[in-house]
């Protein structure tokens, strides 16, 4: 048995495919008016299932509430591409530009050794960027 998949529920999935382009990976499936969206990451995909995907399979499910309830953690190689990577994600400083990301920490250097940030999805998800520090 291996870890094939990793499965994150939206309300927007307008929102969540630009957001998880902007990291990287591949849409290879579905799309921004599809209720199923699948990216590539080498060998491990994130799926993306609307709300109404969720009831289909479990009416009785309910949005989790109180904070988020998992995280993904993306390696950025270099500290300051972690830099990049979080501007990229939450800039707004050009005319007309919207983040794509809230952010939940900016940039620093993490006393076990990484350059860490924290940002989160459109559903408030978070997701880390970290690289190595030296």
């Known amino acids: 048995m291996k870890l094939d998949a990793i499965s994150i529920i939206t309300a927007d999935m ?4 630009t957001f998880y382009s902007a990291l990287g990976l591949e849409l290879v499936d579905g ?6 969206s699948e990216f590539s990451s080498g060998g491990l995909r994130v799926l993306l299932d609307t709300e109404e ?3 289909g399979i479990d009416p009785d499910w309910t ?6 309830k998992m995280s993904l ?6 500290a300051e ?3 990049a990577t979080f501007a990229q994600l939450t800039q707004t400083d ?3 530009s919207q983040a794509v990301a809230g952010v939940v920490n900016e940039p620093w250097d993490a006393f076990w050794g990484q350059r860490y940030a924290v940002v989160s999805d459109p559903d ?3 997701v880390d960027l970290f690289a190595a520090l030296g």
């Open 14 to 17: 307008p929102a969540a495919i």
């Open 31 to 36: 799309g921004p008016e599809a209720p199923h």
């Open 53 to 55: 995907v969720v009831l």
């Open 63 to 68: 949005r989790p509430t109180g904070g988020h």
């Open 73 to 78: 953690a993306f390696d950025c190689s270099t």
């Open 81 to 83: 591409a972690v830099d």
């Open 94 to 96: 050009t005319p007309g």
């Open 124 to 126: 408030g998800n978070t």
